[in-house]
């Protein structure tokens, strides 16, 4: 199974900053790799996939980038509705697998 | 709008089956292109895949839960299902059901999700 390591588990920040969360590959997925947005009490929501392309009604201030094991997630200028836990998830191959999280919490 | 709803029991015994129903409305399962699949997350686990199927063909399975799921369509009634045998506390999670795109840059993608269903194992 690919396993995949967000870092930071968690990051406290104030509405305005730039936010960045990292997701690591245990082997090449190319950009087979996806963003999610969790809140409490809800289902994840697709924000990216193909570690770069904007899902349809996702904000411009969240981007992806990477390739191959090392792909980031960027919040450039958070907003209220934006704390929130984020996953990632490798599209490379069964079983399909994700990370272990990342909250954001206001500061 | 294509909506996903999960129903079950809450609560299910140490080694008894686990069995969940999720509705599909706004559209067919029958259709394709897309899969549809059961996921479920615990803090312990985190998020973690169980099993996607095709309209037609084989599902595909975790293979860490494989000797006991099965999930099943039915296109009659325009919903899937899980079932998990023998199940024990470390299946205490919420389960999700959701729809997954198979095409281009979207491909294993779970785009749309059910509210999820809490499901606790006890004696």
């Known amino acids: 199974d690919i396993q995949m390591t967000q870092s930071p588990s968690s990051v406290s920040a104030s509405v305005g900053d730039r936010v960045t969360i990292t997701c690591r590959a245990s082997?090449?997925?190319?950009?087979?790799l996806v963003w999610y947005q969790q809140k409490p009490g809800k289902a994840p929501k697709v924000l990216i996939y193909?570690?770069?392309s904007l899902q349809s009604g996702v904000p411009p201030r969240f981007s992806g980038s990477g390739s191959g094991t090392d792909f980031t997630l960027t919040l450039s200028s958070l907003q209220p509705d934006d704390f929130a836990t984020y996953f990632c998830?490798?599209?490379?191959?069964?079983?399909?697998?994700f990370g272990g999280g990342t909250k954001v919490e206001i500061k | 709008q294509l909506h996903l709803q999960e129903s079950g029991p809450g609560l299910v015994r140490p080694s008894e089956t686990l069995s969940l129903t999720c509705a599909v409305s706004?559209?067919?399962?029958?259709?394709?292109?897309?899969?549809w699949g059961w996921l479920r997350q615990s803090p312990e686990k985190g998020l973690e895949w169980i099993a996607t199927h095709y309209h037609i063909g084989e599902p595909n399975y975790n293979p860490s839960l494989r000797s006991r799921v099965i999930i099943s369509l039915d296109p009659s009634k325009n919903q899937f299902s899980l079932r998990l045998t023998s199940v024990t506390v470390a299946d205490t999670s919420i389960y999700y059901c959701a729809r997954m795109s198979t095409t281009g840059w979207t491909k294993y993608t779970f785009d749309i999700w059910g509210q999820g269903a809490m499901v606790t194992v006890s004696a």
């Open positions: 706004g559209g067919s399962i029958n259709s394709g292109p897309h899969y």
């Open positions: 193909a570690a770069s």
């Open positions: 998830q490798q599209a490379y191959s069964l079983p399909l697998t």
């Open positions: 082997q090449d997925i190319r950009t087979w």
